[in-house]
């Protein structure tokens, strides 16, 4: 609570804040070009977590320190985190193509990109250039979480009342739109299981793991058959099957 | 510390709170009523609280509160607004609620099976549509009343989500063509977010020139009071202000469909189940300039005189737009969504007269096309063959000959949108371009006469084609409309030609209304 | 005007007046709409309807009687209200719109009730009974609108309904071609009653009876001369009077009970109704005054001389109509106590004529739709109730006391005898002469269809009389063409006066009894030569004749005069126009119609179906809209 009177109390822009921006902004900055720059959906993610940790800081330093923490905690702890999993899990699709097939799009874009960009930020220049932040004490005078709190329970009661429904459809509509569920004689009993298990051509045992390899433990890489050849059964189908390379084939000296 | 709480007069929210109840014991029916029963009852929960809250907005409808800490502003153009929403979205879930035109409704049963596996097609044949349709619909009509009635940009911006999200995951929920129905969904979400964050950004430059504005010491806010007040005596630098409302306008202007803001309407018309689309196009239009018009009435009229020739502008390219790019289109859903593009630029006009004129005939042209454009889409949903609904505009030709009385209702509507006289379409059209020019804003309604012009084209095609062309081996048959649709066609012509015929009572209700508190 | 006009607010039982339109409308809604389904009972429900106003109407009526004003208006709601323009969906219930609403239901429910009958065998029945139905509620929101505006609604209504009913037979060329030269022919008219209306609001800012009324007095004369005869035009278009009359025998292609009700009783006489209705505007121009009396002369004089030489039952009985309803022109042209008359005249035309078509249609009916009088004769015997009932109608037209002809006709001649000046010979001569012409050829008719030898072609062997239930409306008919004029004539005149006001009364040139004696003298005279003439029949097919007879078997040459004057240097024009119209204005449209088509081709292209060529887009307005903002605001432009 001390830093946070402190960082109240100061106003103006303190040196170590300064010094703060000036690192962090860069790499926010970066963390965002970075999002749409990457190739891989697992590296944008984690571009914009970096990206959105550092607003948590801003946040922070800019006497803010509960949005501040629910920004590290709730957005980049959680929700980036949830959505890594999920990226990880369903495995990146290969087939996505990044090729631009429309013509001039990518130009385009960058370029009104910048203008809006540059537009805004000589507005804002323009307009804040010589003015001074005001009523930050007033915002923070009983604490900052006390001020949110007075906030959210007056003046803006309803619109955080009515969140609520925001919530309950977004659940509702991960259910509709994710959710399969079966009908009651799909549903097969021990007996039926049994019989489609041992049914002729299909193998009852279970699926062997993938392949472990003094070069590569990927779940993506094939097992070997004691014939020598690879089995595809050994590979979740989502993924690509890894080939292996002539090094990988090459015999390791542990043959003895 | 010590807070004073504000003051809540549920009695004036309780249009709002009513169908938010509802939807969320729609929520509960779907996890505690056995499957068959879930559509009758939701149904049935739909419309009681439809009806409900249409009792509680007459009842209000002496009500000039500001209440829920300045957060909700209940007057006429609430009201009159919330009214509207309330009897076009009943006539929207008839549509919705229709199963007997097509086997299980329009809407998918399982919405994650994949597209035209063994498993999609057996739910498509005989499979019930997901009744979770119903308390998404309650739930996006509770938002749009909120945001007729928000009095800060927090509460509308809430609102604007809150009646967005269940409209997004309804557009995916298509039982025909669902791919397209899916793709349509995700193009709305993402477009939406994209609108949504302009109106973000925009709103807290507003903020920082409330708090400018008032000098040291004092807070800014979002409310429209405060915003009002800044704008007519400010010191501070402008750039903020007009930043801010230039951001703000492009999230408002996407849901209305204003060009180039309009980009996903044809394609999210198209996908979207058909009375999902009717329902977009009547009541989130009504909602969409609602809001723009207590953003424009109330937090803005100070600033009129430069937002006019920006927004007029637009309004003039949203004309444009939408008539010309209706000529050449070949697909009725298509067709209606350039209709509805074309239709915001006239509205817009309207918009944008900041007079008591302006703001009533506004009223009458969004209750008015709410109407017809309903039962058009109600008209949709009955041309169909085997593949479900036949919306290509080659497979119309020869209708009048199958189904003269569809392909009659159908022509009226037409015309109504082409605004011939006795229809509500002139009528809207006369009070929202009389406005107009009594504003002084006479290229305004030139460009609309203009348009209106190129927009009788197409119109007048497709009823040519209905009429004059033999019908051909592929033209579609017409269903018999099930009690519900027929119910909703009847009211939409009913109310598209009375309000051509006798404006005048609702005409009358509008001017009434058109008062907001400040 | 010294007086002005008002009209009290109805209350009561007149506050229901509106059932008058709304039940045959609504009936005719049902009958259109139910289509195959109503089949069965649809008739009954037509005729039941028109029967129920008729019952309502009396009760009006009796209403209206016990008021101090004798007039009630009921506005029902803002029909149009554009700017200054206020027009009210309302309903005027005074003593010339009871006595028309007593005679369209009284006799439209006896025509509806012998329609059945008549219509019994044809397929489209129902339809037909629809647009009867339409028909009624037309003509009485026509006579009972409280304004201009209403009252042009209803006439229009009952053009679409007489349209409608003349192209009944729609797959006979003669019957298609009849309703499209009515509907052309009152396109004139009622351009020229649209005009007056524009006029009105343009000078009055109003279209209310009661305002046009009280503030045409104060308008230049020459407007009100404008008015007037526009007014005079559109009435001429729809009573088929001169330049107009054309239309109104070829209307006779329509089913007989049509040509009875609309084309007889009740639709043409809506121009009599409209300048009678105006008299205010008609009484202030003596110039105008003049105009619709010459007309009215004319008009009767024309209709006798063609109507002597057509063979055509139903024709003979039109150009009778478009005679009569010049005595009613001449009647209001006169003006003064005259307008009375002509309204009593119209009432007593009302059921004789009715009486005479239903009676014609009973002919037709026994003799397989035959309408040729040369290829009648003798039928006395065989059609005892249609004879009698036609007798009656033959003597009440003609005017023989004490037949109601005689009661209301009369006083019109003596009426024209009473103009101030020499044209009280002109008018009054006309009068006269008409009667005898009257006479003359009404009992052509009479003879050549019921006397003299039989002349019938060879398929017909037994003409039979008609059902009970088509007797039964001509026998009450008959009735009415007896007594109705000797009854109406006084009450009506003083029951009229607070609309049409009381007249100075001029006595005529010559006395009331030498009138009365040399008319029914003429009127024996035109009777007796016919009967002579004709009472041994006469040449089955079309005789060479003198050059008076050719003219009149041409219409006196007006078709041929139309012809000449309208049709061919209109068709001239139109193709000028066309050639005009292709090369030029064409050009320009299709040249716009290219631009806007390739314009919405090329923007369609914008319209990729990708969402990050939406979002750009989106990004496009984004940057525009801010911009546009910050340069309006700070001038950065400047």
Same mark, same amino acid.
Request: glycine share 0%.
């Given at each position: 609570m001390t830093g946070q009177a402190v960082l109240a109390a100061a106003g103006g822009v303190t040196g170590g804040e300064q010094i703060t921006f000036w690192i962090l902004a860069p790499l926010a900055l970066m963390g965002a070009i970075g999002t749409v720059w990457a190739r891989n959906a697992v590296h944008s993610a984690l571009w914009l977590v970096l990206t959105m940790l550092c607003l948590g800081v801003f946040y922070v330093l800019q006497s803010g320190p509960f949005i501040g923490m629910v920004q590290i905690i709730v957005y980049t702890g959680a929700i980036m985190m949830l959505f890594l999993f999920v990226l990880m899990l369903v495995g990146r699709d290969a087939s996505d193509s990044l090729i631009e097939t429309l013509r001039g799009q990518r130009i385009a874009a960058i370029l009104l990109g910048l203008g809006f960009g540059a537009l805004v930020a000589t507005g804002l220049w323009r307009a804040l250039g010589q003015a001074d932040a005001v009523g930050l004490e007033q915002a923070n005078a009983n604490g900052n979480v006390q001020g949110i709190a007075a906030l959210l329970f007056t003046r803006y009661v309803f619109a955080f009342e009515i969140t609520s429904a925001l919530l309950i459809t977004a659940a509702v509509g991960a259910m509709v739109l994710a959710h399969v569920e079966r009908r009651r004689q799909d549903r097969m009993d021990q007996v039926a299981t049994m019989k489609a298990r041992f049914r002729p051509g299909n193998y009852p045992g279970p699926k062997p793991g993938p392949g472990v390899y003094a070069t590569s433990s990927s779940v993506a890489t094939p097992a070997r058959l004691p014939d020598g050849g690879l089995t595809e059964r050994s590979v979740p189908q989502i993924l690509p099957q890894r080939e292996l390379s002539e090094e990988d084939k090459a015999l390791k000296g542990t043959e003895k | 510390m010590d807070l004073k709480l504000p003051d809540i007069d549920y009695a004036a929210l309780a249009p709002i709170l009513v169908l938010f109840g509802a939807s969320l014991v729609g929520v509960l029916v779907e996890a505690f009523i056995p499957r068959k029963r879930r559509h009758l009852t939701q149904l049935v929960l739909g419309l009681l609280a439809l009806t409900g809250a249409l009792v509680a907005v007459v009842l209000n409808a002496q009500d000039r509160v500001v209440t829920a800490g300045g957060a909700v502003a209940v007057d006429g153009p609430t009201l009159f607004l919330q009214g509207a929403i309330v009897v076009l979205a009943g006539m929207a879930l008839m549509l919705i609620g229709e199963r007997s035109v097509q086997r299980g409704g329009a809407f998918v049963a399982h919405a994650a099976v994949t597209v035209g596996s063994p498993e999609d097609q057996r739910q498509a044949a005989d499979e019930g549509g997901a009744t979770e349709v119903y308390p998404l619909t309650l739930f996006a009509v509770s938002g749009m009343l909120l945001f007729v009635a928000a009095n800060d940009l927090l509460t509308m911006f809430i609102a604007l989500e809150a009646f967005s999200l269940p409209l997004y995951l309804l557009c995916a929920?298509? $039982?025909? $063509?669902r791919l397209l129905s899916q793709e349509s969904a995700l193009k709305y979400f993402l477009l939406g977010s994209y609108a949504s964050a302009f109106f973000l950004f925009g709103m807290a430059l507003v903020y920082g020139f409330t708090v400018g504005a008032g000098g040291t010491g004092s807070g800014g806010g979002v409310d429209f009071g405060t915003i009002r007040t800044a704008v007519t005596d400010s010191a501070a630098s402008e750039v903020l202000l007009f930043a801010g409302l230039a951001l703000l306008s492009i999230g408002l202007l996407f849901k209305i469909a204003a060009a180039p803001f309009h980009v996903w309407t044809p394609d999210v018309y198209q996908g979207a189940p058909t009375p999902i689309t009717g329902f977009m196009a009547a009541c989130t239009k009504v909602a969409a300039f609602g809001g723009l018009l207590r953003v424009l009435h109330v937090a803005f009229s100070g600033a009129s005189w430069d937002f006019t020739p920006v927004l007029g502008a637009i309004a003039v390219l949203t004309m444009l737009v939408g008539a010309i790019l209706a000529v050449t289109q070949t697909d009725i859903k298509r067709l209606l969504a350039y209709s509805s593009v074309a239709n915001a630029g006239y509205l817009l006009v309207g918009a944008l007269v900041l007079s008591k004129d302006g703001l009533s005939s506004t009223m009458f042209y969004l209750v008015a096309y709410g109407f017809t454009v309903l039962a058009a889409f109600g008209v949709v949903t009955l041309v169909r063959d085997a593949d479900g609904e036949a919306t290509h505009l080659s497979r119309w030709a020869g209708l009048g000959r199958r189904s003269p009385l569809y392909a009659g209702l159908f022509t009226f509507l037409l015309l109504a949108f082409a605004g011939i006289p006795l229809t509500s379409g002139f009528t809207s059209k006369f009070a929202v371009f009389g406005a107009a020019l009594d504003a002084g804003q006479s290229w305004l309604v030139i460009a609309g006469v203009l348009t209106s012009m190129i927009l009788a084209f197409p119109y007048l095609r497709v009823v040519v084609m209905m009429w004059l062309s033999e019908p051909g081996e592929s033209t579609p048959t017409v269903s018999l409309p099930g009690g519900l649709t027929a119910a909703a066609l009847m009211i939409g012509v009913v109310a598209t030609l009375v309000l051509g015929v006798a404006p005048a009572p609702l005409l009358d209700l509008a001017n009434g209304a058109a008062e907001f508190v400040r | 005007m010294e007086h002005s006009v008002e009209y009290a607010h109805a209350t009561g039982l007149l506050g229901s007046v509106w059932l008058l339109v709304a039940i045959p409308l609504v009936s005719a809604a049902i009958l259109l709409l139910l289509g195959r389904r109503a089949d069965r009972w649809g008739h009954w429900l037509g005729v039941a309807s028109v029967g129920a106003i008729f019952v309502l109407g009396l009760s009006y009526f009796f209403s209206l009687r016990g008021l101090e004003n004798r007039s009630v208006e009921l506005s029902l709601w803002d029909f149009i209200a554009v700017g200054d323009l206020h027009v009210d969906f309302g309903l005027l219930f005074d003593p010339l719109a009871a006595v028309f609403v007593l005679l369209i239901t009284g006799v439209g429910f006896l025509i509806h009730l012998y329609a059945v009958g008549y219509m019994s065998h044809d397929a489209g029945r129902r339809k037909f009974f629809g647009f009867f139905n339409l028909f009624v509620a037309a003509m009485l929101l026509l006579v009972l609108g409280n304004n201009y505006v209403m009252l042009y609604v209803g006439w229009e209504g009952v053009g679409l309904a007489s349209y409608l009913l003349i192209s009944f037979w729609q797959d006979r060329p003669s019957a298609a071609t009849a309703g499209k030269k009515a509907f052309l022919m009152n396109r004139v008219g009622d351009a020229g009653l649209a005009i007056a209306i524009f006029i009105m609001f343009a000078t009055l800012g109003s279209t209310q009876f009661a305002d046009v009324f009280n503030g045409a007095g104060a308008l230049q004369s020459g407007t009100v001369l404008a008015i007037g005869l526009l007014l005079l035009l559109g009435a001429a278009g729809k009573s088929g009077q001169f330049p107009l009359q054309a239309w109104l025998p070829d209307a006779m292609e329509g089913p007989t009970p049509v040509s009875a009700l609309i084309h007889a009783a009740t639709m043409v006489t809506a121009g009599v109704y409209l300048i009678a209705r105006s008299n205010p505007i008609f009484s202030l121009d003596p110039t105008l005054q003049t105009v619709v009396v010459s007309v009215g002369a004319l008009t009767l004089l024309m209709g006798c001389i063609i109507g002597a030489a057509k063979d055509d039952i139903k024709r003979v009985l039109a150009w009778s109509t478009v005679s009569q309803i010049g005595y009613m022109f001449l009647g209001v042209g006169l003006g003064g106590g005259a307008y009375a008359l002509a309204i009593i005249h119209l009432l007593a035309h009302g059921f004789f004529k009715a009486n005479m078509f239903l009676g014609a249609g009973s002919v037709m009916h026994g003799m397989q739709d035959q309408v040729d009088i040369r290829r009648f004769g003798g039928l006395a015997k065989y059609m005892k109730i249609t004879w009698i009932t036609f007798g009656l109608g033959w003597l009440a037209i003609i005017g023989m006391w004490p037949f109601s002809g005689f009661f209301t006709k009369e006083p019109i001649i003596v009426e024209a005898f009473a103009r101030g000046d020499w044209t009280a010979w002109l008018y009054g001569g006309a009068a006269l002469l008409g009667a005898g012409l009257t006479a003359f050829y009404m009992t052509r008719l009479f003879v050549l269809t019921f006397h003299g030898p039989k002349r019938w072609t060879e398929d017909i062997a037994h003409p039979h009389e008609s059902p009970l239930i088509m007797t039964v409306p001509l026998i009450l008919l008959g009735l009415g063409s007896v007594v109705a004029g000797g009854l109406m004539a006084t009450p009506v005149a003083s029951w009229l006066t607070p609309v049409l006001g009381h007249g100075e009364h001029h006595e005529p040139v010559l006395s009331h009894t030498v009138i009365t004696v040399l008319s029914l003298g003429l009127t024996v005279l035109g009777a007796g030569l016919a009967w002579l003439l004709f009472r041994n029949g006469t040449a089955l097919v079309e005789q060479p004749a003198g050059p008076v007879v050719r003219a009149a078997r041409r219409n006196l040459y007006t078709d041929a005069f139309n012809e000449a004057v309208f049709e061919k240097p209109g068709i001239f024009l139109t193709r000028a126009l066309v050639f005009l119209d292709n090369r030029g204005i064409d050009g320009l449209v299709n040249a716009l119609a290219a631009a806007v088509g390739g314009g919405s081709g090329r923007l369609r292209r914008l319209q990729t179906g990708f969402v990050r060529s939406y979002a750009m887009s989106i990004l496009t307005g984004a940057v525009l809209v801010v911009a546009a903002f910050l340069a309006v605001q700070l001038g950065w432009l400047a």
């Open positions: - | 929920l298509a $039982r025909r $063509r | -």
